[in-house]
Antibody, heavy 119, light 112 residues
């Protein structure tokens, strides 16, 4: 069955860095686009970034552009999010999710990784 | 950016009754070349990730009970639960995937 498992969430100080990982299994990872979507505590969903199946294309929300970098390793069935210059407003649960194409729905989501940015 | 606005913010419906959630996009998410609406609906229960219910505005994801249905086109969409069950208590989100940034509605909290 499809599984997406995030890791790397932690408490980090403002201005710090963190790298999230998402391990995929149960499907052909290299066939799918992948995205990161976050949810601040008690709030709604915000798309953060996406990457094409072969890493050719990446997209970012304006709120993270220049600070976050999405990447993937198809040989390791893994997705990553490098987060630099973290701010308090980056606090939340970060989900990885797969989609079959750039303009497609998110059909499977991981359980999420909690990132807390606080001094 | 396409702004997605849901109504109402919260909704209380009796068991067995119909629940209706609306979603309006600030611009059309209907792609004329394929006549498809780039609109999905998700259900999120406390402590869980969102679960896909509907895509292409009206196509039900495999395994989703048929009491869930989606309708609408262009800028106005509706998620209907025909006969509310206790397990349907959740927050529901609409989302457009017509263009980046992919955007979600603010969520509608459904209670019994």
């Amino acid at each position: 069955q499809v599984q997406l498992v995030e890791s790397g969430g932690d408490l980090v100080r403002p201005g710090g860095s963190l790298r999230l990982s998402c391990a995929a299994s149960g499907f052909t990872f290299s066939d799918f686009y992948m995205s990161w979507i976050r949810q601040a505590p008690g709030k709604g969903l915000e798309w953060v970034s996406s990457i094409s199946s072969s890493s050719t294309y990446t997209n970012y929300a304006d709120s993270v552009k220049g600070r976050f970098t999405i990447s993937r390793d198809n040989a390791k069935n893994s997705l990553y999010l490098q987060m630099n210059s973290l701010r308090a407003e980056d606090t939340g649960v970060y989900y990885c999710a797969r989609h079959i194409a750039a303009s497609a729905w998110f059909d499977y989501w991981g359980q999420g990784a909690l990132v807390t940015v606080s001094s | 950016d396409i702004v997605m606005t849901q109504s109402p913010d919260s909704l209380a419906v009796s068991l067995g009754e119909r629940a209706t959630i609306n979603c309006k996009s600030s611009q059309s998410v209907l792609y004329s070349s394929n006549d498809k609406n780039y609109l999905a609906w998700y259900q999120q229960k406390p402590g869980q990730p969102p679960k896909l219910l509907i895509y292409w505005a009206s196509s039900r994801e495999s395994g989703v009970p048929d009491r869930f249905s989606g309708s609408g086109s262009g800028t106005d969409f509706t998620l209907t639960i025909s006969s509310l069950q206790a397990e349907d208590v959740a927050v529901y989100y609409c989302q457009q995937y017509y263009t980046t940034p992919y955007t979600f509605g603010q969520g509608t909290k459904l209670e019994i």
